[in-house]
């Protein structure tokens, strides 16, 4: 059983369009974590949220933390090819030292 | 100026060989990890070193041998690789151990004929 549902699994959308993508759990994370990922290469960290409730704005990305630590979305306004990739969602798990991932939103722009 | 560098990138080899991956980092990071990416893209922690001390081990087969010479390198040793073994394995790196930010190195793709 998957601890991070990420969904959807799968998005091909046109240049300028918006779209958001979201990040699941039934636990409550210490921390959630977005990171993009490009083939042939490691994946980036983009933003990290703590506190339930809290909302990151990354350019044309807006990440927020849902109230009780269970969840994240990632908004992208305008989305450009650029933006092209794939995009994982990782959490502290309380207690734990580690971090888990989601399975990832492989994301797709079209000019 | 890599901060995290793995070695080889590509590896191909044959069912029952044994190979290593090389993990450095020069971030000063107390925490190395290895991951594993399955061709879902799913990332799955296999080991996680704080000051060469194991202190992650995720039910991860014994032919799988981690080694940490000092805390900016850890290195996976794969003894009689298998089909499955075929993956992207990345290395990461942290200031801390838990849920700290991951600067993860490009990942070594090992497939296994």
């Known amino acids: 059983t998957q601890l991070l549902e990420q969904s959807p699994q799968f998005l091909s959308i046109q240049e300028g369009e918006n779209l958001t993508v979201y990040c699941n759990s039934s636990?409550?994370?210490?921390?959630l974590q977005w990171y993009r990922q490009e083939p042939g290469e490691g994946p980036v960290l983009l933003v990290t949220?703590?506190?339930?409730?809290e909302v990151k704005k990354l350019k044309r990305l807006t990440f927020q933390f849902g109230d009780a630590r269970k969840d994240s979305s990632l908004h992208i306004t305008a989305a450009q090819p650029g933006d092209t990739g794939l995009y994982l969602c990782?959490?502290?798990?309380?207690?734990?030292?580690?971090?888990?991932f989601g399975q990832g939103t492989r994301l797709t722009i079209n000019p | 100026d890599t901060a995290v560098s793995q070695t080889p990138k590509y590896l191909v080899t044959q069912m029952g060989n044994d190979k290593s991956i090389k993990c450095e980092q020069n971030?000063?990071?107390?925490?190395m990890y290895w991951y594993k990416q399955d061709s879902k893209k799913f990332l799955k922690i296999m080991f996680s070193y704080n000051n060469k001390e194991l202190i992650i081990n995720e039910t991860v087969p014994n032919r799988f041998s981690p080694k940490s010479p000092d805390k900016a390198h850890l290195n996976l040793h794969i003894n009689s690789l298998e089909l499955g073994d075929s993956a992207v394995y990345f290395c990461?790196?942290?200031?801390?151990?838990?849920?700290?930010?991951?600067?993860f190195g490009a990942g070594s793709r090992l497939t296994v004929l």
């Open positions: 949220v703590v506190t339930g409730g």
């Open positions: 636990s409550v994370f210490s921390s």
């Open positions: 971030l000063g990071h107390d925490t």
């Open positions: 990461a790196s942290s200031h801390l151990a838990g849920a700290n930010v991951l600067t």
């Open positions: 990782g959490a502290g798990i309380q207690g734990a030292q580690k971090l888990v």
